[in-house]
């Protein structure tokens, strides 16, 4: 997978030059100090209930502000909100202060999320700042930027958030993706499906079933599964492996290789899981059919005390 909202790609090379994030900001937004609300269409999806962010402010030629909005359902367990919360910030901040048009393609190469503390216990919905960095321009349009994302509640920080974006050209994009079939032209799950669900293949490998037409992970057409189904599947995989709740997963650190077809089968793997007192470890690959990586994961928990993973007890009784 590319972890896409209109899709991904490769690393710009040749003809690529960094510059510093003051010189590629619009012309007119130095600095700004009013807000602005974040059109849906600029966060990539196509119903308000899925929009998470507000509004934005620049606060200077690197650093903007964004207001959020609570996640619904599932979604709003903390560190699948944040990681939601930052892929929209970081989209969002490409077309509102970089001025990327409407149809370009973003790549997002790599999502952390990292939980502080205790979080938001109380269940308030956090202000987000976000640092860019790294920014690559090529004939004056942004192709590439790092963001740092600081999640805070009354100042205290309660999370952060890190993204590696790309962007694409449309014509780029076409070119690269023109054969790949689209979401809503596949068969939908059967009756009672869940949007996604992941199955016991065997010691440590779990497959990966979805709905290419759930309106979460699907709430516009799509050349590939997206990347937050992929960051859901690996973290239900920690959750099942560990026997942990939700509320104790504390981070996760996702590299995107290549796009998770939709057509082709996907199994998350466990290369690692390392069982400690206070903290569960994971390391995870995602496979294609045809063997290739297609996302890794390094996903840590907050234990609750010795205990053997599901992996153990499985290797174990021989299964």
């Known amino acids: 997978m590319r972890l896409t909202t209109v899709s991904g790609g490769e690393r710009w090379g040749i003809g690529a030059m960094a510059v510093d994030a003051a010189a590629i900001g619009p012309a007119g937004m130095e600095h700004v100090d009013d807000w602005i609300d974040v059109d849906r269409a600029h966060t990539h999806k196509r119903f308000d209930e899925a929009v998470l962010v507000r509004r934005t402010r620049r606060l200077s030629a690197h650093e903007m502000s964004f207001e959020l909005r609570k996640p619904v359902g599932a979604q709003g367990e903390l560190s699948m909100a944040v990681s939601?919360?930052?892929?929209?910030?970081?989209?969002a901040c490409a077309h509102h202060h970089f001025a990327v048009p409407l149809g370009w393609a973003f790549v997002m190469?790599?999502?952390?999320?990292?939980?502080?503390?205790?979080?938001a216990q109380d269940g308030r919905v956090p202000d987000a700042d976000i640092a860019v960095s790294r920014v690559v321009e090529r004939s004056g349009?942004?192709?590439?930027?790092?963001?740092?994302?600081?999640?805070?509640?009354?100042?205290?920080?309660?999370?952060?958030?890190?993204?590696?974006?790309?962007?694409?050209?449309?014509?780029?994009y076409t070119r690269m993706r023109r054969h790949a079939p689209i979401?809503?032209?596949?068969?939908?799950?059967?009756?009672?499906?869940?949007?996604?669900?992941?199955?016991?293949?065997?010691?440590g490998i779990w497959q990966i079933r979805f709905d290419p037409h759930d309106p979460f992970y699907f709430d516009h057409p799509l050349d590939h599964i997206p990347g937050m189904l992929l960051v859901s599947a690996l973290r239900s995989v920690a959750?099942?492996?560990s026997r942990l709740a939700?509320?104790?997963?504390?981070?996760?650190?996702?590299?995107?290789?290549?796009?998770?077809?939709?057509?082709?089968?996907?199994?998350?793997?466990?290369?690692?899981?390392?069982?400690?007192?206070d903290e569960d470890a994971f390391e995870m690959e995602i496979r294609n059919l045809r063997?290739?990586?297609?996302?890794?994961?390094?996903?840590?928990?907050?234990?609750?005390?010795?205990?053997?993973?599901?992996?153990?007890?499985?290797?174990?009784?021989?299964?």
């Not at 190469?109 to 979080?119: A, C, D, K, S, Y």
């Not at 979401?183 to 010691?203: R, Y």
């Open 84 to 91: 939601e919360w930052t892929r929209q910030v970081v989209i």
């Open 109 to 119: 190469r790599r999502l952390t999320v990292q939980i502080e503390g205790r979080g």
């Open 141 to 172: 349009a942004l192709r590439s930027l790092d963001a740092r994302v600081t999640f805070r509640v009354d100042g205290r920080i309660v999370a952060r958030g890190f993204g590696d974006l790309q962007v694409l050209p449309p014509a780029v």
């Open 183 to 203: 979401s809503s032209g596949l068969e939908p799950a059967p009756p009672g499906s869940a949007a996604l669900s992941i199955v016991a293949k065997g010691s």
């Open 239 to 241: 959750l099942r492996e």
């Open 246 to 277: 939700a509320d104790d997963l504390r981070s996760f650190d996702g590299v995107f290789c290549r796009f998770a077809e939709l057509t082709e089968p996907l199994d998350v793997h466990v290369t690692e899981h390392a069982v400690r007192f």
């Open 291 to 319: 063997e290739q990586t297609v996302a890794t994961a390094t996903i840590h928990a907050r234990s609750r005390g010795p205990r053997e993973s599901v992996t153990a007890v499985r290797e174990r009784a021989g299964a």
